[in-house]
Every structure is written in structure tokens, then in C-alpha cells.
């Protein structure tokens, strides 16, 4: 007999494939809505809570063509303050309305004393952070009634008195928060550049089967360090990353990250289509592996 699945795990087998997806940006958000290289959006909610006006009327318009999640970066789910109820109910209330099958945010701190810091802050890797986090991830997941994710962010430096590698506070606190994960491969291999690790490393010590998104971009350069800009084109070492993770993971939605130095659209949607060819081939190889390990179970199985 197997392990009994966690609430989330149940959850997610019942969450949509949405296939692959862009943000929506507003200055793309024309040639985003006359697309059809793209099957769902991700919105940054801080930008839709409790307005009105051409906003509003824009996520009208895509929540009339397109599925939408949002992909928020107020929560601060790893500050010492209390959680802020009022963003809580107004994120709720979004989520709501466009009927999101998940949400997520950062795996950070972005705020201190109710100072908000305009940054992705990293926190100390220990043992009770993760705790904490964990304990406010899942009051949050509760409260909006739904799957909630986290991502793994960006982040320049090692944190002062940490205890553990990043790979491994990032599962314990989703699994002790029993929520998923939004994978961004672009991060994983930024840090992996220029804090000097395996990245394939990284990724085996995360429990994989939690992962319902996945984020790719591209990233920019200075003379000693990788940022990540989601301002330029993928690279080769980020796709191979990506595969990596399609084959050892069932997710639901994979999305280009593009908020910056924005190309002719048609480039953004040659990079759709080389993500959908990568999902494709890869879902399509797993469901046939499926098949025929089912077929060799049901032939040993076969009554004489």
C-alpha cells in the first residue's frame, strides 16, 4: 500500500492543465490578448486589488478569454509581522473573482514594521524560519480556499546564521505548511552561477511531485554576477534545466516571464512555442512510458 496523500497532494490531482502561459503585462497587454500562443495568464494582484478604471477593464477582457492566477508580491510570508488581514481579504476577493485554481508568491520577506522594502528579501535558513513560514503559508492557503504555492527567489548573498542549504528549507517549509511549489528554473540557475552549486543538486533534494507551476525567463549580466531581470531571452543551460524538471515532475502550467526590454511580440511568442514543443514532447513521452508500464504490470498480473 502506498502513503496516503496530503491535502495539497489530493488537491492537486484535481487542479486543470493549463498549458503554457505569460504574464500580462501592461505594455504587452494588447498583442497578449490577440494572441493565440497562449493558453492562461498570471497577474500580479497588487495591481488588480480594489481598483476600478482601464485596469479592471483589462483583466475583464483576459478573464473573459483566458484561465488567470495570480502571482503576488506583498504577502511578505516570511516577515515577523503579523500577517496583514486587510490584503488578505482583498486578495481573496480577487481570487474570487477571476475563480483562480491557485495563487502564489515569493518565498521571502518583502516588508519590516509594516515598512514595505520595494525588494524579494532572502531569510535565514533555519530551522525556525521555516516554522514560521510554514505556519503563516498555511493560515494563508486556508483563508483564500485554495492551492497556494511558493517560489523559490532570486538572491545575491548567503544569509547570515543560516543553518541548512536553500533546497532543503524550501521543502521543509512546504511540506510542513502542506502547499506547493511555483519552480523558477531562471532562479535556480542564477543562484547556481553566483553562489557556486549544482543546480541538478538543488533540484533532487526538492520534493518535485509538490510543483503545479514553473517559471522560465531569461537574465542579464555584470562583470561578477547573473541578475535576474526577466528582461532578455532564455539561454540553453535554463531550457536544459527546464527539461530536466518537466521529466521528473507532473505540472500543471509552465509560463514565460517577460517584464522588461520587451522585443517584438513575435519573439516572445517564438520562446511560447519552443516551451510548448519542450512540454509536449516530454508529456507525450511520460504517457507513453505510462502506457507501457501499465501494459508490462497488466501482462505479469494476467491470469493463466
Known amino acids: 500500500m502506498g502513503l496516503k496523500k496530503s491535502a495539497f497532494m489530493h488537491s492537486k490531482d484535481q487542479l486543470p492543465y493549463l498549458g503554457i502561459g505569460l504574464g500580462l503585462r501592461r505594455e504587452i497587454a494588447s498583442e497578449t490578448l490577440r494572441s493565440d500562443k497562449i493558453d492562461w495568464l498570471e497577474i500580479v494582484?497588487?495591481?488588480?486589488?480594489?481598483?476600478?478604471?482601464?485596469?479592471?477593464?483589462?483583466?475583464?477582457?483576459?478573464?473573459?478569454?483566458?484561465?488567470?492566477?495570480?502571482?503576488?508580491?506583498n504577502l511578505s510570508i516570511g516577515c515577523a509581522d503579523p500577517l496583514d488581514q486587510n490584503y488578505l481579504d482583498d486578495l481573496k476577493a480577487l481570487l474570487d473573482y477571476i475563480d483562480a485554481p491557485w495563487f502564489s508568491d515569493h518565498l521571502c520577506f518583502t516588508s519590516f514594521e509594516s515598512d514595505y522594502m520595494h525588494e524579494l528579501l532572502p531569510l535565514p535558513l533555519t530551522e525556525q524560519a521555516a516554522l514560521h513560514v510554514a505556519d503563516r503559508a498555511k493560515r494563508v492557503q486556508e483563508f483564500c480556499n485554495r492551492p497556494f504555492l511558493l517560489e523559490n527567489i532570486s538572491y545575491y548573498m548567503d544569509v547570515p546564521?543560516?543553518?541548512?542549504?536553500?533546497?532543503?528549507f524550501f521543502a521543509r517549509v512546504v511540506e510542513r505548511a502542506d502547499c506547493g511549489i511555483l519552480l523558477d528554473v531562471n532562479n535556480v540557475y542564477v543562484n547556481s552561477i553566483n553562489l557556486n552549486f549544482d543546480p541538478y543538486v538543488y533540484l533532487a533534494a526538492l520534493p518535485l511531485e509538490r510543483v503545479v507551476q514553473i517559471h522560465v525567463a531569461g537574465h542579464s549580466h555584470t562583470d561578477t554576477h547573473l541578475i535576474d531581470t526577466h528582461g532578455a531571452?532564455?539561454?540553453e543551460p535554463v531550457f536544459e534545466l527546464?527539461?530536466?524538471?518537466l521529466e521528473r515532475c507532473d505540472a500543471k502550467a509552465v509560463m514565460l516571464e517577460r517584464d522588461q526590454n520587451f522585443p517584438d511580440f513575435v519573439e516572445i511568442?517564438?520562446?511560447?512555442?519552443?516551451?510548448?514543443?519542450?512540454?509536449?514532447s516530454t508529456y507525450s513521452c511520460?504517457?507513453?512510458?505510462?502506457?507501457?508500464?501499465?501494459?508490462i504490470v497488466n501482462d505479469l498480473v494476467a491470469p493463466l
Open 286 to 295: 511520460k504517457t507513453a512510458r505510462n502506457i507501457c508500464d501499465s501494459t
Open 161 to 168: 546564521g543560516s543553518e541548512m542549504q536553500e533546497a532543503s
Open 233 to 235: 531571452p532564455i539561454i
Open 45 to 73: 494582484p497588487e495591481n488588480y486589488m480594489r481598483i476600478g478604471g482601464h485596469a479592471r477593464r483589462r483583466l475583464a477582457k483576459a478573464r473573459a478569454k483566458h484561465t488567470i492566477v495570480t502571482h503576488g508580491v
Open 269 to 280: 511568442e517564438n520562446e511560447l512555442d519552443i516551451i510548448r514543443k519542450m512540454v509536449e
Open 242 to 245: 527546464l527539461q530536466h524538471v
